[in-house]
């Protein structure tokens, strides 16, 4: 068509029975992902401990660490879902939670990068976004 190159979420053209037409998988040092991608959240209302009992079978708490990390950086940076910010989390056997976060300037001419790892996820994504505050990550932003 009218396109030299599309980036595409490996996992919906794996759904597609098209991965075999990727020509280059992108690693975590070439591009972090937004915060939260690839997550599944669910709601339920606070008092509703029927619904609660029946979420806790499926709560996945190394990902929940690792989402609340990522999306404490986002928020402490007073990003949003167009902001040039990228963040990525695991957790270890330990409960280590080891956090990439990115901020790049709107037209791409500057990348902020910082790591850190913690045991609680809301102090290591606000820490990180400190961070890079420091570096001039809100001058990029703005």
């Known amino acids: 068509g009218l396109y030299a190159a599309t980036v595409l979420a490996l996992a919906g053209l794996e759904r597609l029975a098209l991965a075999d037409r990727s020509s280059e998988i992108l690693s975590l040092e070439v591009m972090l992902p937004a915060p939260g991608q690839g997550a599944l959240g669910v709601q339920c209302r606070e008092d509703d401990s029927a619904t609660l009992a029946l979420l806790a079978a499926i709560d996945h708490a190394a990902t929940r660490a690792a989402v609340t990390a990522e999306r404490t950086f986002l928020q402490a940076l007073g990003g949003g879902c167009s902001a040039p910010i990228g963040a ?41 976004a400190e961070d890079a505050r420091r570096q001039g990550a809100l001058e990029l932003l703005s």
């Open 88 to 128: 990525f989390a695991r957790t270890d056997d330990d409960d280590t939670i080891d956090l990439q976060g990115i901020v790049g300037a709107v037209d791409g001419s500057r990348l902020i990068r910082v790591q850190g790892q913690a045991c609680a996820p809301d102090s290591l994504g606000r820490s990180l």
